[in-house]
């Protein structure tokens, strides 16, 4: 299945690294077509998946092609069992193929071995997840500096860098609150701070506002698109919210294991 | 932060259970140390015999007594620093027949020379060397059945029936615990002169001194080589020897309490296992958004590891804290006081202490060991569906 299926969302995100809004409403189109001026980040070549249960053989992506471009906003839409969640979970190297390549900045995900993703991930992507999954006896801080323990940072410097992450996303004084002095909104935002602060390439989502109320859930968006934006990071979305599929600069709709 | 100290904060992530976790540690490490102080109780008269006396009996028996002139045969060999000896009387007081203590006939000159570690006040000493009567007791028995110096009492003999008069001329204690502090001692001369035959000029055994220990092992043989060829043999042995002797009685109760140990140990590490194991299960989600963010397999078990070594040594802690108080100041002086003869030193020993911090770590860590393989071997994306 082609990429071709890619649907571009009038008042989106912009294209990321084309620039400006303009650029990024031709950009992300002749991206999804592979002649984009923005360089491919994310390509997926046959990519197939199999789960078994017990002897019986599941196929949850059927031989994906699939090109992603460089700060792109992606969102994934799809109804349940479709298979979007799997297909993040291998972007993001979390889980291996069955059959194909998945190819990021030209590093072949599909050789590395368990260990060698995982480090790979430490440096290359962020993650943020529908219900925040935020270390309930770290503060806010604490939670936002802990994928930088596997950096050789000092601890004065992850610090920093933790509260500079607080920052971007608003909420510096809220550094010294455990999780469950934050509101929903506020937990997803620190969530997100964790997700940056390692300055990864790539952040995917799952279902970011799946567990918020409509102010919150617009909040978070609208930091998400600012990442893109100002940030110059490629997201990766999986959600059912059409709302918030509006604000992705691409929408890729899956319907067992295909693109429709 | 570090990983170390994450792991200290885990500790309180369900604080009642983690609470009650400690306290069931607290409390097995408690039971622990009683039973290692019972040991060592038993054992400290071993472990403290003095390694310089040298102690002779009948071949045959203990009970069976050697002829007095044995001594001075003993003392007229080369290598003798001193010779005392001592029989047995096993009186009680009247009416107090299940206070047992320990109350032997002795030469007060000698025994003084041979126990350098009895101390007495000079009057009290030079007391006693004159007086045919005069007794000498252990602080914890004068404490026990309240006799102060310059008390006549009365004791029931049951090897020697009737009724004794006894001075008390002094209260000892000892400056080494090679000797128990609840015994009494009375002039052998005393005993002698009212015995009948087969008693009169009897002792129940010898003991000498030598200048050092290492002149001990000779000293025994020399002693029962003097008496091979008489009617009655003597068999000798170091003062730690005779006293491993009498509790090689007692060894089936002394490995029956070293078991019951090990098994309060064992059921220990089942509760911390238990605990454990709930929280791994209960964060399997967690250990998948940490797994995705980067840590590595290892990195969960040192979560795992590192939780579960901070609550056995908070529950070693606390056991030693319960320990120390209650043995030493509570069941410990109520043992000295009324079973001093069988426990006359009921502390807890220093290295017990280091024993029981030492395994409360361990077995947590050994109790751990299979809830951190299982974290470390959680798949991202399976750990990551499961919720709570």
Not at chain 2, 114 to 140: F, K, M, N, T
Not at chain 2, 224 to 250: P, W, Y
Not at chain 2, 343 to 348: D, E, G, K, L, N
Request: aromatic share 8%.
């Amino acid at each position: 299945m082609s990429d071709a299926s890619a649907t571009r969302v009038s008042g989106g995100a912009s294209g990321g690294a084309s620039g400006g809004d303009g650029a990024a409403k031709s950009g992300f189109v002749s991206a999804a077509k592979g002649g984009s001026t923005a360089p491919t980040l994310i390509r997926l070549s046959k990519v197939g998946k199999t789960y078994y249960r017990g002897k019986e053989p599941i196929e949850v992506l059927k031989d994906l092609d699939l090109e992603m471009p460089e700060g792109a906003f992606e969102a994934l839409m799809g109804p349940s069992g479709s298979g979007k969640s799997t297909l993040l979970n291998l972007i993001a190297g979390l889980d291996s193929v069955s059959r194909g390549t998945i190819h990021i900045s030209g590093v072949d995900l599909t050789a590395m071995s368990e260990g060698a993703r995982a480090k790979w991930r430490s440096q290359n992507v962020g993650f943020i997840f529908q219900t925040y999954n935020l270390l309930p006896v770290l503060t806010a801080a604490e939670n936002v500096e802990l994928p930088l323990l596997l950096t050789p940072l000092s601890s004065a410097q992850r610090k920093q860098r933790a509260l500079i992450a607080l920052r971007v996303v608003g909420l510096e004084d809220r550094a010294g609150h455990r999780p469950d002095q934050l509101s929903g909104g506020q937990a997803q935002r620190v969530a997100i701070a964790r997700a940056i602060v390692t300055d990864p390439k790539i952040i995917v989502a799952d279902e970011p506002t799946g567990d918020l109320d409509r102010h919150s859930a617009d909040q978070i968006l609208e930091l998400l698109v600012k990442l893109n934006t100002e940030l110059k990071k490629t997201i990766v979305m999986v959600t059912h919210d059409p709302v918030a599929a509006e604000r992705a600069s691409i929408v890729r709709r899956l319907d067992k294991g295909s693109l429709t | 932060m570090n990983l170390a100290s994450i792991a200290v904060k885990n500790t309180r992530r369900n604080l009642f259970r983690t609470v009650l976790t400690v306290v069931g540690v607290a409390v097995a490490m408690l039971a622990f140390l009683l039973l290692r102080t019972v040991l060592s109780a038993w054992l400290v008269g071993v472990e403290y015999s003095a390694k310089d006396r040298v102690a002779s009996r009948h071949k045959v028996t203990f009970v069976m007594w050697l002829p007095k002139r044995y001594v001075e045969d003993v003392r007229g060999l080369e290598g003798v620093k001193s010779v005392t000896w001592l029989n047995w009387f096993g009186a009680h007081v009247p009416g107090k027949e299940s206070q047992f203590f320990a109350n032997m006939a002795t030469d007060p000159k000698s025994f003084l020379e041979v126990y350098d570690e009895i101390s007495l006040p000079p009057e009290q000493r030079a007391h006693w060397l004159e007086d045919r009567r005069g007794a000498i007791v252990g602080s914890v028995i004068a404490r026990q059945f309240g006799w102060k110096v310059g008390d006549k009492i009365t004791l029931e003999g049951t090897i020697y029936p009737g009724l004794w008069e006894f001075n008390i001329d002094g209260v000892y204690t000892a400056t080494r615990k090679s000797l128990d502090q609840s015994s009494f001692y009375f002039n052998w001369a005393y005993l002698n002169e009212a015995a009948a035959a087969p008693a009169k000029e009897q002792v129940g055994w010898i003991v000498t001194k030598v200048p050092d220990a290492a002149q001990a092992g000779a000293m025994v043989k020399r002693i029962d080589k003097l008496f091979d060829v008489r009617d009655t043999q003597t068999l000798s042995m170091s003062e730690r020897a005779l006293n491993t002797s009498f509790l090689g009685m007692i060894s089936t109760l002394l490995k029956a309490m070293d078991i019951v140990s090990v098994v309060i140990l064992l059921i220990m590490m089942l509760i911390l296992g238990n605990t454990i194991a709930m929280g791994v299960r209960e964060r399997t989600h967690e250990y998948g958004v940490l797994r995705a963010i980067g840590f590595k397999p290892a990195h969960l078990s040192v979560f795992v590891l590192g939780e579960a070594s901070v609550t056995g040594f908070l529950g070693g802690l606390l056991g030693v804290g319960m320990a120390l108080p209650l043995i030493n100041q509570g069941v410990g002086r109520f043992m000295e006081e009324n079973f001093s003869g069988l426990f006359p030193y009921f502390r807890v020993q220093q290295s017990d202490v280091v024993i029981a911090l030492s395994l409360s770590v361990v077995l947590a860590l050994l109790a751990a060991a299979i809830p951190a393989y299982q974290a470390s071997k959680l798949h991202v994306t399976d750990a990551l569906r499961r919720v709570g």
